[in-house]
């Protein structure tokens, strides 16, 4: 049986349709990674798959059972890898939530539990500064402990969400080996062409617009990324010229935009990359336990996530507007 089972999923907000009619069927060993530009569903998916957010149709099995109910045979890493309150942590301590699987109040370890956190704090280089609170550690530091607690988590499947992120190169290749040696089933959202192409035996590609295609490898991707790419600009431009050639005579000059709408094409898309960056922390917060456990909070904060990803569906359709007029 499949370890992670997907049938007919489909992902919709308002009108916007992110993805439907997914299939995908997920074996040990495997690891899935899932590509496309920010705002196409990425995050989402692995919510869906945690059980944090529910798809507008289809379903998902983790080891036959819906995720929510076998959610401690999922381990995860967010974008923010690390909340304030663990800043107080030794290292060696966020290392053990890894083994431990829940968070606080621990019990007492076994000789055989100290000698896996030993080792795998040895692997990746970090018992130098294993004792040290993770607030005074580095960006690099910190990343070495928390591949050290991820090589721990008991997980049938584990959802990565840009684990590469400020990384350096010998940190890389840690994590490289670390999910190579893995062997469950992984999802992995990330950019990384190199880590892609090494270590993933699926790419699942993403383009917002309801398409979601399997590959074998990066190049394959980009492919079909340049194709999807140039399909849309030639069914724009055959919808746009006749309505211009029906709405104005031929010696009519081309419309072209007032100063202030000049202005606002120059700045929507960076208008769009802010709003797609907050709408990414709105969805890292959902997955703080102290959210999530706060049903107050959690709804509010679902509320505010419609709100922005409808801002962010509007600016999409004004850039269209602004850009027709250039046509």
Not at 1 to 26: H, K, N, P, Y
Not at 82 to 107: A, C, M, N
Not at 115 to 135: F, H, K, N, S
Not at 279 to 300: I, N, Y
Request: proline share 4%.
């Amino acid at each position: 049986m499949s370890v992670v089972s997907i049938q007919g999923l489909a992902l919709r907000f308002g009108e916007r349709t992110l993805f439907e009619g997914l299939d995908l069927e997920l074996e040990r060993g495997e690891l899935l990674a899932v590509l496309g530009p920010n705002g196409t569903g990425k995050t989402s998916l692995v919510r869906i798959l945690l059980g944090l957010l529910q798809p507008t149709a289809g379903e998902v099995r983790i080891d036959g059972f819906p995720p929510r109910e076998r959610c401690h045979r999922i381990g995860y890493v967010p974008q923010q890898r690390i909340f304030d309150r663990d800043l107080v942590l030794r290292g060696r301590d966020l290392v053990r939530l890894g083994l431990d699987g829940h968070r606080w109040g621990f019990g007492r370890l076994d000789g055989e539990g100290h000698e896996r956190i030993e080792r795998v704090l040895t692997q990746v280089g970090a018992t130098g500064y294993a004792d040290a609170p993770i607030g005074r550690l580095s960006g690099g530091e910190r990343a070495r402990v928390l591949i050290a607690q991820l090589m721990l988590q008991p997980a049938d499947v584990l959802l990565l969400d840009e684990p590469t992120n400020d990384l350096d190169i010998p940190t890389l290749e840690i994590l490289e080996e670390s999910l190579l040696d893995y062997r469950g089933a992984l999802v992995l959202v990330t950019h990384d062409r190199y880590m892609l192409d090494r270590v993933s035996t699926v790419i699942l590609g993403l383009d917002g617009l309801g398409h979601a295609e399997r590959f074998a490898d990066f190049s394959q991707w980009e492919a079909w990324q340049k194709s999807r790419l140039s399909a849309s600009k030639d069914a724009a431009s055959k919808t746009t010229e006749p309505q211009l050639k029906s709405s104005a005579p031929a010696n009519t000059p081309k419309r072209k935009l007032s100063y202030k709408e000049a202005r606002e094409l120059e700045t929507i898309e960076e208008r769009i990359a802010g709003a797609e960056k907050q709408l990414q922390a709105k969805h890292d917060s959902l997955l703080d336990p102290a959210v999530m456990s706060d049903a107050k909070r959690l709804a509010a904060l679902s509320l505010e996530l419609e709100a922005d990803q409808k801002a962010i569906d509007d600016l999409y359709a004004r850039w269209a507007q602004l850009e027709a007029k250039l046509q």
